[in-house]
DNA sequence: AACATCAAAACTGTATGCAATTTTTCTTTA
DNA sequence: TAAAGAAAAATTGCATACAGTTTTGATGTT
């Protein structure tokens, strides 16, 4: 079970339980896992070569983190490539996918009334992961969805995080918006939405960045360690 | 010299001694560079995460190769992330980098005019590296350089083969227009032009197969394994 | 001669051991 | 008490060993 391992192992990360900066000890996670260290550091250094981990030589590697300039350079980029997979969508997806994207709006309607926020980022996920398939173009989606993985540690935070993101009402009209347009066709449309929600997210990071650093009762997100 | 033996294997792809298909014995390898397997099984997995190599349980990893398919879309993703550092260059780029541009282009005019291909090949990657930095977004030019990374295999065959490319002067002339328009201040101009250019390579690397293939004294470029 | 079957060789996946380095803890000193 | 330094503990990097699987090659059969 290699590529489950490594999986593990990111899912410690992508569900929060490493933060940003922490480290990862070889030994822990063999015990932890019940493998010995070799499995472990090959799963590691994958991770690495993807991004999400950050390998330092003689030195524990530790969950990547970025600083504010490297989370908003990171957002741009992801903000035109996930424009990008829109306006092909746009124009690719078939019947299938539209209907796929129908439903998965229509449960997006429903989970946002009800405020659950864990199904809520489940359902962004999927939301997106629908527009990277519609793209029809495997390199693009594989970009994309290592674009999204490196930052998720971040926008997953501010998702699950009450008080933030205030409700889900706005992101979920943003997704919607996106999906009117690609459903109708139009991928320049799409595009400058998709553009612009990905620029709302970060403003909302940043924001939630900015509140929890000033409180002492701040959630530990080491973010800008470097 | 952990990162150093991910890089030796790396060139060993990059300089086309080991072609897309080729299996990569650990022990070979091992011998090869006097370490044991170990820190070679830890730099192809991660190789095989930056997509270079395709790693398969329980068989050898291999150089990764690409169908027609995969092929084209590949070119597709690559030429809008291209176009893309094109276009935020033309905007972003200060003087010293504008500068560093066009003693490039001065270069490879003169490259291109000896038909020194192995220069002209150095040349094309510092050009488009020199894109990516200027597009001021440390995301986007390691997710372009991953992509470039990716194809390498393919493209770098294309420019030694003599009779393909026939002469390096449209290539040289495509990449001058670029270097215009991003100097130009022209964003649009250059993405523009910067798609077409990458269009025009993969067109060119499908001819290139389609005569090789037709052949019997045929390069073995294992090109469509899957 | 082509094909199927089986044994031998080669190779991968994982565990374990050890040296080298980093990190932590405990003294010592100002 | 704080800082500096040294010893101890923890941790990484690499080599090696071995079990299990795949690949290769040989043998026999039609």
Known sequence: MPHTLRQK?????LNGELKPGDRLDELSLADRFGVSRT???????????????????????????FDRTELSEAFEAMGEIEALCASLAAVRMNEAERL?????????????????RPAALELDFEFH??????????MLKTVAEETR?????????LYMMEGYN???ERPHSQHAAIADAVLAGNGEGAARLMREHIAQSLISLQQFFA??????????VKGDAR
């Open 129 to 138: 992961g629908q527009l990277h398939d519609g793209a029809r173009n495997r």
């Open 211 to 220: 509140d929890t650093q000033s409180r002492s009762d701040a959630p530990k």
């Open 149 to 157: 993985l490196r930052i998720t540690p971040y926008s997953a935070a």
């Open 166 to 168: 205030a409700d889900l």
């Open 39 to 65: 499995p472990i550091r090959e799963a590691i250094r994958q991770l690495g070569a993807s991004g999400l981990i950050e390998i330092r030589p003689r030195r524990s590697a530790v969950v990547r983190s």
């Open 9 to 13: 192992i990111a899912d410690l990360v």
């Open 100 to 116: 796929k994207l129908r439903a998965l709006m229509a449960a997006s309607q429903d989970v946002s009334a009800r405020n659950d």
